[in-house]
């Protein structure tokens, strides 16, 4: 057995039991895994009972996305030593029949693609792509994330129009379901536990670019997402992270001198969108921006000098040289491409 659906669990039975079973069926031939941070509600028994087939791996604390599944690789590696995937799967996530094969196929076929994704679509709504990820991501010139199929808080209707090629090279690959090559999960540096939350994957990605791996979207893949199950889109401490968190990613995977551009951009970037979160009557939010800004200066100096596994430098794939914060709210484009 070669793959593992490796699924982050925290006081989260009432997702195993909407979930698991489903997971379980539509996985074959590979090792469905609950990796347990530590939970203190009743998911073990519960999976002992109903899902004996799946694998309990329990964790003495919570320790986080990244803490979390950093710990669960390690110990499946040394576990099950014939692995050479394993995907990183949502507790909120629905596999689609024959989601899991096209997947291991690309990366059978690929030895240099380091992690894939599959279509993420909304649970809610199946004909439209989910917030998490979509058809994989991309970033602009100035640090600002974005998804082929979602741009900021405008979610597409899936029609097709990504689909072709059916697994495109992306800048990121979504965290709410990321097949990862287990080798190039280490030779990235694994994922970084001091970010928390929000845009581990797009760091973890950014390195497998840098360490010689690319990164890819399925179509011919599909799940459904609930989304939304750890930060509200209206929690100002998901708007803390976003903000916080795109910074340092940027600063430990470019140049120096790059980086800086976008720092200084930015103060005035962030410091228009706090405005308008406050002309808006949302006066916890232009707080959050605030506090990102404080906290980014106070880690800089850890993650600048973090080298990484390779040349500091855009990927290959994904990245805009424009703003898609003046494309999206001045232009008012929806889409990719923006031109």
């Known amino acids: 057995m070669k793959t593992a659906v490796v699924i982050l669990n925290w006081n989260g039975r009432h997702w195993l039991e909407k979930f698991l079973p489903t997971v379980i069926d539509r996985s074959p031939n590979s090792l469905v895994v609950?990796?347990?941070?530590?939970?203190?509600?009743?998911?073990?028994?519960?999976?002992?009972?109903?899902?004996?087939?799946?694998?309990?791996?329990?964790?003495?604390?919570?320790?986080?996305y990244a803490?979390?599944?950093?710990?669960?690789?390690?110990?499946?590696?040394?576990?099950?030593?014939?692995?050479?995937?394993?995907?990183?799967?949502?507790?909120?996530?629905?596999?689609?029949?024959?989601?899991?094969?096209?997947?291991?196929?690309?990366?059978?076929a690929h030895p240099k693609a380091g992690a894939i994704q599959p279509k993420l679509l909304s649970y809610a709504e199946p004909n439209r792509f989910e917030y998490a990820g979509a058809m994989g991501g991309g970033m602009d010139h100035w640090g600002y994330p974005f998804a082929q199929g979602r741009i900021f808080d405008t979610c597409e209707i899936d029609e097709g129009q990504y689909d072709r090629p059916a697994f495109p090279e992306v800048f990121w690959a979504s965290g709410a379901c990321l097949m990862v090559r287990i080798k190039a999960f280490d030779s990235a540096g694994k994922l970084d536990p001091l970010l928390f939350a929000h845009m581990e994957e797009i760091d973890l990605c950014w390195r497998m670019w840098r360490a010689g791996y690319t990164v890819h979207a399925g179509a011919p893949s599909r799940v459904l997402h609930v989304g939304g199950g750890t930060l509200g889109a209206l929690s100002p401490q998901k708007t803390y992270l976003n903000f916080r968190n795109s910074l340092l990613v940027a600063v430990k995977n470019l140049p120096t001198r790059t980086a800086m551009r976008i720092v200084a951009a930015r103060l005035f970037l962030d410091g228009v969108a706090g405005l308008v979160f406050l002309l808006r009557g949302q006066g916890m939010h232009c707080l959050a921006i605030i506090r990102a800004h404080g906290s980014f200066y106070r880690l800089f100096t850890r993650f600048v000098m973090q080298p990484g596994p390779g040349p500091k430098a855009w990927p290959n794939a994904g990245y805009v040289r424009r703003s898609i914060v003046w494309a999206y709210h001045v232009q008012k484009k929806r889409t990719i491409p923006f031109s």
């Open 34 to 64: 609950v990796a347990d941070n530590g939970s203190t509600d009743t998911s073990q028994e519960w999976t002992a009972m109903h899902c004996p087939q799946a694998y309990w791996l329990g964790m003495d604390e919570n320790r986080g």
């Open 67 to 108: 803490g979390g599944y950093n710990h669960a690789l390690k110990a499946l590696k040394e576990s099950h030593p014939s692995l050479s995937y394993a995907v990183l799967m949502n507790s909120d996530i629905e596999p689609l029949d024959g989601w899991l094969a096209p997947l291991v196929d690309f990366m059978d």
